[in-house]
């Protein structure tokens, strides 16, 4: 049975097909049934904020995202309010405490704003923990039923790098906003006219910044615990400025709907921005997400008018003849994308455009990226060098570089 005709629900209820999903995000077939640890896609992207009502509002002002659910203790949640929110086939859960002694607060105390879950949907929780336990994985939540009127949603967690875990959801006995526990929610925010439906469609990819030496570690924990399959490797002059270096390989699901870069800082003249993420997140976590949409000039055009600094590109890298020869025939033409910063890079299977944000809270850690993928299965090579040294220009200003 090959999977790409193996829709998640949220893909479904986005209007999404498998032909924009390959487009999207890479999506390739595979054979599900010989997997030891399906994994079908993305389940939600999980926040913790220092204020998570004022972080939901900027995501739906800013990023355009729909909340969609909520519970907090107006439901019986006295511990933290949390906020749902969709944009096309991707949820963010925002949560935040409210009561003082929540474990939230020591997480916050010590990560600042960041990612604690990387939920994925499987179709077979117990299946799945069962591969992991044997595999060595730390399991640190049983599987579980939670239940209410809307049906049942099947749950575990396995520990990964740093404080981030994995919760493992099989909802497809549920047909409930998104877990018991959770009421449906609406904002009274009011679209500007014109404005796109959404700003990104899907999910790309959610890289890992670990620690130096640790990379092949986790590596091998998603090839042996996950069955996940490597994609790339870059290492020395692919990833390296004059000042700062890093290693990064990918890992990938049997679909590629789930990739994980995994980076791990290298020996330079300075701090890398691994260093730097190390350093203020105090210790390993999740570095960026990459969104994906289909239309990255309307989308950044969008973000820019609603207040989202993206880092600058220099006029010298759309100008270099060796970029403008490598890739070839682009579906805008080259000053369109020099006029927003939008970096381009081609690969044997096509192309890709793509731009990053600026750290999207105090502590310079967490950043968005955005990619429109047209062909290409990579993650934008060629543009390593440029990228790095935005960033370093960036860590300079901060002091950290």
């Known amino acids: 049975m090959t999977d790409t005709a193996h829709l998640t629900l949220q893909e479904r209820e986005a209007d999404l097909d498998a032909a924009q999903l390959k487009q999207l995000v890479g999506l390739v077939e595979y054979d599900a049934d010989s997997d030891p640890f ?37 439901n019986g949640n006295r511990d933290h309010k949390s906020f749902v929110l969709k944009s096309g086939s991707i949820k963010f859960v925002i949560n935040g ?32 923990v069962a591969r992991a336990r044997s595999a060595g994985a730390v399991v640190v939540r049983e599987p579980e039923d939670l239940c209410d009127e809307h049906g049942t949603v099947r749950i575990a967690s396995i520990g990964t790098y ?12 549920y047909d409930g906003v998104h877990l018991p ?56 002059d692919d990833i390296a400025t004059d000042y700062s270096a890093l290693m990064s390989k990918v890992v990938a699901n049997g679909n590629h709907r789930v990739k994980f870069p995994l980076n791990e800082p290298a020996e ?38 609603n207040g989202v600094e993206f880092l600058d590109t220099p ?20 000053e369109e994308l020099q006029s927003r910063g939008i970096l381009v890079d081609r690969d044997e299977d096509g192309y890709l455009l793509q731009i990053f944000t600026k750290p999207l ?38 002091g950290n570089l």
């Open 268 to 305: 330079a003249k300075r701090k890398s921005q691994i260093d730097e993420y190390l350093e203020f997140y105090r210790g390993p976590g999740a570095q960026h997400l990459a969104v994906a949409t289909g239309d990255i000039l309307a989308t950044v055009d969008a973000l820019r008018a």
């Open 97 to 128: 405490a409210v009561d003082p002694g929540s474990p939230l607060v020591e997480h916050h105390r010590k990560h600042g704003d960041g990612v604690i879950d990387i939920a994925l949907e499987v179709p077979d929780v117990d299946k799945c």
């Open 38 to 74: 399906p994994v079908t896609g993305w389940d939600a992207i999980v926040f913790v904020s220092g204020n998570a009502t004022q972080s939901a509002q900027y995501y739906q002002n800013v990023w355009g995202m729909e909340l969609i659910a909520y519970s907090g203790p107006e």
């Open 361 to 398: 809270g105090d502590r310079p850690t967490v950043f968005f990226e955005l990619i429109e993928r047209h062909g290409s299965l990579g993650f934008g090579k060629g543009n390593f060098k440029a990228l790095f040294e935005a960033i370093e220009r960036e860590q300079d200003r901060r």
């Open 181 to 236: 526990g959770y009421q449906p929610a609406t904002s009274t925010l009011v679209r500007r006219e014109g404005q796109p439906k959404r700003l990104f469609q899907a999910l790309d990819h959610v890289v890992g910044n670990v620690e130096l030496g640790k990379m092949d570690e986790w590596v091998t924990f998603y090839n042996k615990v996950m069955g996940f399959v490597n994609m790339a490797e870059f290492i020395g």
């Open 315 to 334: 006029d010298s890298y759309y100008e270099d003849p060796e970029l403008r020869a490598r890739i070839g025939k682009v579906r805008v033409p080259v």
């Open 162 to 173: 740093g404080d981030t875990v994995h919760t493992l959801v099989d909802r497809s006995k």
